[in-house]
């Protein structure tokens, strides 16, 4: 029995599907071989050659996938702020202690995070030198103003959890030490007036 266009129209859809959804694995696999090559050899280790050999792929299809240094950066850099964002989303969203929330997801740079909170700073601080990476980098500190509207509308207050959010990430990883949410939990609580 002949085949109706309509089977064509499927069969051609589901190709396409495939194909879409290897080329997003590949590019996801990219983007965490360019993750692995900053927490293995900084910011300045990536290439697409590096991250290509990381990969286990060629190095043309890592610039197919990511035309420039910058594209392959903001893409690595999203991914980790994605996952940022979603945290701090959570914690402002549901009911709970939000400096709790913080303080535990700040107290997990020293612990198991460490080494993509590692390469997060890293891409983030590169972003003075590369205008490409800014957005991105200043989600973190664009979501924590926004869990401290939820504490306080006092813009001084605000901007004081920020800093000290930031700080504590910094201190945290450069200490290599891990260190007690109570203890960050505090020093948020004194950053924002309570």
Request: aromatic share 0%; proline share 5%.
């Given at each position: 029995m002949p085949r109706s266009s309509?089977?064509?129209t499927a069969d051609d859809s589901e190709h396409v599907d495939g194909r879409r959804a290897?080329?997003?694995?590949?590019?996801?696999?990219?983007?965490?071989?360019?993750l692995a090559v900053v927490t293995r050899d900084g910011a300045a280790g990536v290439t697409h050659r590096t991250v290509a050999k990381q990969a286990g792929t060629t190095t043309s299809l890592s610039t197919y996938y990511f035309a420039t240094l910058d594209d392959l950066l903001v893409a690595a850099l999203?991914?980790?702020a994605d996952a940022y964002t979603a945290r701090i989303r959570d914690i402002i969203d549901n009911p709970g202690d939000k400096l709790?929330?913080?303080a535990h997801l700040i107290a997990e740079s020293a612990g198991s995070g460490r080494e993509r909170a590692l390469a997060e700073r890293e891409l983030a601080t590169l972003a003075a030198?590369?205008?490409?990476?800014?957005?991105?980098?200043?989600r973190w500190r664009e979501n924590i103003a926004e869990l401290a509207t939820t504490l306080t509308d006092d813009p001084a207050a605000i901007a004081a959890l920020v800093a000290a959010s930031?700080?504590?990430?910094?201190?945290?990883?450069?200490?290599n030490a891990p260190t007690e949410p109570d203890h960050i939990q505090a020093v948020l609580q004194r950053a924002v007036g309570n």
């Open positions: 309509k089977d064509d290897r080329g997003e694995k590949r590019r996801a696999e990219i983007i965490e071989a360019t999203t991914t980790v709790s929330g913080l030198r590369r205008p490409a990476l800014r957005p991105v980098a200043r930031d700080g504590l990430c910094t201190a945290i990883l450069l200490d």
